[in-house]
């Protein structure tokens, strides 16, 4: 659909049905992403443009470009303009326990970590609650801020007990996998996982480090890594950018039970 205006006063007809005009300025915008007139990153002409290219108010842009936005197509930042988003990035969460840094590098894409904060300190009480160990209990935290492509996409915070690997805090997990790391130089397998998904809006400190907009939209992800014993191993809080990742969930039967619907 490559249009230069949009005809009629307050509607277009789609196959016989009234359809309003910001859904051709959408369906164009989509179309000239998907044909690479507009690329990654680039940033779409200002609204004026806009509306003298389509003949169309600043109200029809609008509300394209905000439905748009809203389905991670465009992202804007303030006082710079609008870009077009690069597709999301998956996240796969099946009966494997795969970190993010296995988790993109399966996928091909260029990881960089990092490392903000790397340090053996007591264990805060929802770290020991989930590490089942006594509140106070030295742990190490590992706050690390995690790119895709040279694009900031999220921000973790992990705890492990110390105990487990004293020596870890003099360990550079710049751009490693932290459960790789764990096997190969403390012999830590991992058994299982549990997580835990919630949308959140971001706040001062994780909009500035992420470099997005106060109140943007985060997947906020809890997990707790299990070793074979079934002892804890690690407590994490990760913040992945809402409008970068979209998560997907396997599910497979068990042996002795069928899925019903």
């Given at each position: ?77 303030q006082?710079?303009g ?22 993109m ?39 690390r ?52 998904i ?21 997947l ?15 407590y ?7 409008d ?8 497979v ?9």
């Amino acid at each position: 659909m490559a249009l230069n205006q949009l005809s009629g006063t307050h509607t277009n007809s789609l196959n016989g049905v009234p359809v309003p005009k910001y859904y051709y300025l959408k369906e164009t915008i989509l179309e000239r992403i998907a044909n690479g007139t507009w690329t990654a990153g680039v940033a779409i002409p200002p609204e004026p443009e806009l509306c003298r290219e389509f003949g169309v108010s600043r109200i029809t842009v609008r509300r394209a470009v905000s439905d748009l936005v809203h389905e991670g197509k465009l992202y804007t930042i303030q006082g710079k303009g609008t870009f077009i988003a690069r597709p999301k990035l998956d996240e796969r969460f099946m009966q494997r326990a795969f970190g993010f840094y296995e988790d993109m590098e399966h996928q091909g894409h260029p990881l960089t970590t990092e490392v903000l904060q790397q340090q053996v300190i007591p264990a805060p009480e929802i770290a020991s609650t989930h590490l089942e160990i006594s509140p106070g209990t030295l742990v190490h935290e590992l706050v690390r801020l995690r790119s895709v492509q040279n694009e900031k996409v999220l921000v973790s915070t992990t705890y492990i007990p110390e105990a487990l690997c004293a020596d870890l805090v003099h360990d550079d997990l710049t751009n490693v996998s932290l459960y790789r790391w764990l096997q190969t130089h403390y012999g830590l397998s991992v058994a299982r996982a549990e997580r835990n998904i919630e949308a959140v809006a971001a706040q001062q400190k994780e909009a500035k480090l992420l470099d997005i907009a106060l109140y943007s939209p985060l997947l906020l992800l809890e997990s707790v890594v299990y070793l074979p014993n079934g002892k804890p191993l690690e407590y994490s809080s990760t913040l992945h950018r809402g409008d970068r990742t979209r998560v997907s969930i396997s599910f497979v039967p068990t042996d002795d039970t069928q899925m019903h619907f």
